[in-house]
T-cell receptor
Framework: DTAVSQTPKYLVTQMGNDKSIKCEQNLGHDTMYWYKQDSKKFLKIMFSYNNKELIINETVPNRFSPKSPDKAHLNLHINSLELGDSAVYFC????????????????FGEGSRLTVL | GEDVEQSLFLSVREGDSSVINCTYTDSSSTYLYWYKQEPGAGLQLLTYIFSNMDMKQDQRLTVLLNKKDKHLSLRIADTQTGDSAIYFCAEPLRDMRFGAGTRLTVKP
């Protein structure tokens, strides 16, 4: 059983399109994240949800909209895709947060490679 | 500084030791982590250290922590070709903050 699963694994699309990436975790964790990894492998936090509540929203264009229908799912919708959105997007989860910081290990999905042409 | 810092590349010969260094940002971080990313995969936790420890050994891995200098290192003994990957140090801030990653290449 995959602990954190993302779909699709690969996504190739044209500029201006709208696309979604889905993420599900079966670990019973409270906290989920979206990270963006660029071509130089830098990992940058985009969003974090704790029990379906948005707790971190970094300086990400508002074309990116996360949605958490329940604490096991965190989806990412991107409107009006741009060339600079090409990257690998990672979903992750962790057990909980204490005193405002994540505790314990982050479990990562396999990543969704988005290519915008 | 605001960023978790690591050197970007390290190349060693098979059988040698590898040492990957990291400077973190917050002296009050209670845990510090090392993650490994293999090609085409997500990150996986490799090891971690509590801030009240100076050293932790786990088979071929040794983690050293210098809290005064906010310096963390990962030593891999008897490095194998299967250790070739990108290694990220991480500290729990408002989010889990990752360094830029050190790409370790192991030559036969």
């Amino acid at each position: 059983d995959t602990a954190v699963s993302q779909t699709p694994k690969y996504l190739v699309t044209q500029m201006g399109n709208d696309k979604s990436i889905k993420c599900e975790q079966n670990l019973g964790h409270d906290t989920m994240y979206w990270y963006k990894q660029d071509s130089k492998k830098f990992l940058k936090i985009m969003f974090s949800y704790n029990n379906k509540e948005l707790i971190i929203n970094e300086t990400v264009p508002n074309r990116f909209s996360p949605k958490s229908p329940d604490k096991a799912h965190l989806n990412l919708h991107i409107n009006s895709l741009e060339l600079g959105d090409s990257a690998v997007y990672f979903c992750a989860s962790s057990l909980q947060r204490l005193a405002g910081v994540p505790t314990g290990e982050l479990f990562f999905g396999e990543g969704s490679r988005l290519t915008v042409l | 500084g605001e960023d978790v810092e690591q050197s970007l590349f390290l190349s060693v010969r098979e059988g040698d030791s590898s040492v990957i260094n990291c400077t973190y940002t917050d002296s009050s971080s209670t845990y510090l982590y090392w993650y490994k990313q293999e090609p085409g995969a997500g990150l996986q936790l490799l090891t971690y250290i509590f801030s009240n420890m100076d050293m932790k050994q786990d088979q071929r891995l040794t983690v050293l922590l210098n809290k005064k200098d906010k310096h963390l290192s990962l030593r891999i003994a008897d490095t194998q070709t299967g250790d070739s990957a990108i290694y990220f140090c991480a500290e729990p801030l408002r989010d889990m903050r990752f360094g830029a990653g050190t790409r370790l290449t192991v030559k036969p």
